[in-house]
């Protein structure tokens, strides 16, 4: 497993309090470093424009690379960017970029890109979510133009629906985005009629809900749906706010509900794509969770479970 983070991504701040803070990806780095000491690491590159481009608008691009401003700069209520964001963003995105690229021509089977900011509300012309650029989106989209890939899956369990994903795609049959998430919870989306052109397949959870009834939707409803489109590639948005210590939400999942979701996922992959699997980083705000629900994932990933 390839491993790929950059310190851009540690410098992002939104501002004193907010809870998606650098203490989040520092929280992420120390306990997979800790519980996988041979990974490999690699530095994340930039996204360019032109992979930017293919899922965002030119005037949000401009907005978060161009925008003057000095101490901050407030894109809605929840995003907002320091004079560090706009690097951050562009490695983020650039993450799963290299990640893609390293799985496609057989270097690793499986990447885990840990950066932030989190990506997947934003949509093609708004930033939004705490989210600047859409990584995920960007990384698929790169695997469609760039290797000629006909069905790629984004697989999203963050507790939140990743409302931006689904958007991007909702009218391109090459990608399947498939989703668990509160509801109601931000940003009241995802619901089961949701289907784009036949690609788009959302599971509603409900405050309280506890890992067995995680694990029913998805073995029932999402994971049979993903698995008939036999994807050529598996992406990842791992957020782990669902997780019953989380802040911003009320399920009721432990760390072991995500190693088993990412072995799933796994062996997923291992039907229908090789094993090329690329997992990037999302959610999740209570920093004792992030530690263990992320080496849980890549453990389950790794096809092994935790210690």
Do not use: K
Request: net charge negative; with cysteine; hydrophobic share 45%.
């Amino acid at each position: 497993m390839l491993l790929y983070t950059h310190p851009a991504c540690l410098a992002h701040d939104p501002g004193a309090g907010h809870p998606e803070c650098p203490a989040r990806l520092e929280a992420v780095l120390h306990a997979v470093r800790a519980n996988f000491p041979l990974a490999p690491w690699r530095e994340a590159p930039r996204a360019s424009r032109d992979a930017l481009l293919r899922v965002h608008t030119r005037d949000l691009v401009a907005r978060v690379l161009d925008t003057p401003f000095d101490a901050s700069l407030r894109l809605d209520e929840d995003t907002a960017m320091s004079p560090d964001s706009p690097e951050a963003a562009l490695r983020a995105a650039g993450a799963g970029i290299a990640a893609v690229d390293a799985v496609m021509a057989g270097e690793t089977r499986h990447a885990f890109c840990a950066v932030r900011p989190p990506g997947h509300h934003a949509t093609g012309p708004v930033a939004m979510g705490f989210c600047l650029f859409n990584s995920i989106a960007v990384a698929a989209a790169h695997a469609v133009h760039a290797h000629g890939l006909e069905r790629v899956a984004i697989i999203d369990f963050d507790v939140h629906h990743g409302n931006g994903s689904q958007d991007i795609f909702a009218s391109d049959p090459r990608v399947m985005y498939a989703s668990s998430h509160q509801y109601p919870l931000y940003p009241n989306s995802g619901l089961a009629h949701e289907r784009g052109v036949g690609n788009v397949v959302n599971a509603t959870l409900s405050p309280g809900t506890d890992g067995d009834a995680f694990r029913h939707a998805w073995r029932q409803h999402l994971l049979p749906q993903v698995d008939a489109f036999r994807p050529q590639l598996v992406l990842v948005s791992a957020g782990f706010d669902g997780h019953r210590l989380d802040p911003l939400a009320d399920l009721m999942l432990e760390a072991d509900d995500y190693r088993w979701l990412s072995a799933e996922l796994a062996a997923l992959a291992d039907r229908h794509a090789g094993g090329r699997l690329v997992s990037m980083l999302e959610g999740g705000y209570s920093l004792a969770a992030l530690r263990a629900c992320s080496v849980a994932h890549l453990h389950g990933l790794a096809g092994a479970t935790p210690a």
